[in-house]
């Protein structure tokens, strides 16, 4: 829903001046699949809060070259930062999860060896995995117009996701809840939440979905003694790849981060004009 | 996230007494899909509310029979009855759009012709494409447990949405709204809802999501002017098969139908036994 113009999450320190020049996979994206031409515009952003819009002044398959037009503040992060911790579940599912996961707004995802993930045979999870798995987050980020690109942990073991989780507040989503509701479990860990928005205030939420066949009732167990609040997601039980950005989608409504956003240009950002 | 029953929705009529008979695409489903034995338990469903245990008795290929063992009452359906407008996107995102938000508890689907709807050379809605539909939210259905099929009706176009849509409390989602949040929205449209669960007092909104490239500015002009009220999904710019069944769940989680369910035997509806 939406038709604005392409954008590109760039590497730090490649923005700041008047011009910009790309190259590699980013130039051959823009000259031959999008076909954009000299005096197209796009937008750039290296997850710093401001985006650069573009003018193209040369276009080729090796290189691509423009000059900034203006810089503008970025869709701020949510100020609720949501950590998903997602167990590991078949690979369009979990993909699906990182996309949609990313457009809703969730701030990192750590992939949890359960105890019923299905591992498919030969379906480690290498160093090329985690590379795919960044450029969809990545796509995502770009496509929602985040100014931010979600962080992507290497995968954990259920008991070691719960240290991490337990660190802080955290929800576990669990079909088999029959008295604690999404909404309960959300307004104990976000009652201390400042009123006013205040990026000094973040807040931290771990929550932690299970794969298709469900936590293990030891994992929720050992969940709930470790101070992890297990909740219900309502009376429809939610496939594992809806659970995690529909859960997100939740808490971000509840912590008042679904507003609109109105685009402003960066006062101090501005790049020197040529 | 469930290790549930299989479940199975059958026509009307064919539920009520201790034995119950299944012929057909079920039968072969049951048999060799499946490859449930004498013995094996399944649950059946027919929308009226109960949903009927059933213990395998027989088991061949071409017929399945069993007996009744208990009847519980269904998973009610949320009180607040959305419908959802969903522009005709391209096909694989229709039927996410479908999947998703069956499970989420949406009750009615509209698909809509928009101005910027995709249309692929060939790609018509003809009834085997409804059928195919239909099917997917009744898979979707038995899958997260709910207690009836949504609806499906044939697709209209937008003049025509809009029309059915604005007869009731309608919300449409605009990426470009930069003043009403969707909470401000559904306050406003669920200022009446009564405090109790009360099946009499049952609401019904309507949602409108536009398709890939977004509605048009006449079709945007034209909701507000027919009454609809266009809302933000927040400061990301969700896909178009990610909006509606987000929306659809933050309308139920303000409308407090997002609670636990505990399963209940039927008190009027028990089966006579042999």
């Not at 320190?13 to 980013?26: D, K, N, S, V």
């Not at 590991?88 to 105890?115: A, H, M, N, Y």
């Not at 009123?195 to 969940?223: C, K, M, Q, W, Y």
Request: net charge neutral.
């Amino acid at each position: 829903m939406s038709a604005g113009l392409h954008r590109f999450f760039v590497p730090p320190g490649l923005l700041g001046g008047p011009r910009i020049a790309l190259t590699g996979e980013q130039a051959h994206q823009i000259s031959r699949v999008l076909r954009l031409k000299v005096g197209d515009r796009l937008v750039l952003l290296d997850g710093s809060g401001h985006e650069y819009r573009v003018r193209l002044s040369e276009v080729r398959s090796s290189a691509v070259a423009g000059d900034v037009d203006d810089v503008r503040v970025s869709r701020p992060e949510p100020r609720l930062h949501l950590t998903l911790y997602q167990a590991l579940v078949l690979r369009d599912r979990f993909e699906t999860v990182l996309q949609k996961g990313t457009e809703v707004g969730i701030s990192r995802f750590v992939p949890v060896w359960c105890e019923r993930s299905v591992v498919l045979r030969g379906d480690q999870i290498d160093a090329k995995r985690l590379e795919r798995w960044r450029r969809i987050v990545t796509e995502a980020a770009e496509q929602c117009e985040r100014g931010q690109v979600p962080e992507i942990l290497p995968p954990v073991r259920f008991t070691e996701a719960l240290m991490q989780a337990a660190a802080g507040p955290a929800l576990l989503a669990w079909e088999r809840e029959r008295e604690r509701s999404l909404q309960a479990g959300l307004r104990a860990v976000l009652v201390q939440r400042p009123t006013e928005r205040d990026d000094r205030n973040t807040e931290s939420i771990g929550l932690l979905v299970g794969p298709e066949g469900g936590f293990s009732s030891i994992e929720v167990a050992a969940a709930r003694d470790a101070g992890v609040i297990t909740v219900s997601l309502g009376p429809r039980i939610l496939r594992t790849e809806t659970a995690g950005p529909v859960l997100a989608a939740l808490a971000l409504y509840e912590a008042g981060d679904m507003v609109p956003f109105v685009h402003q240009l960066a006062d101090s950002a501005a790049p020197e004009r040529a």
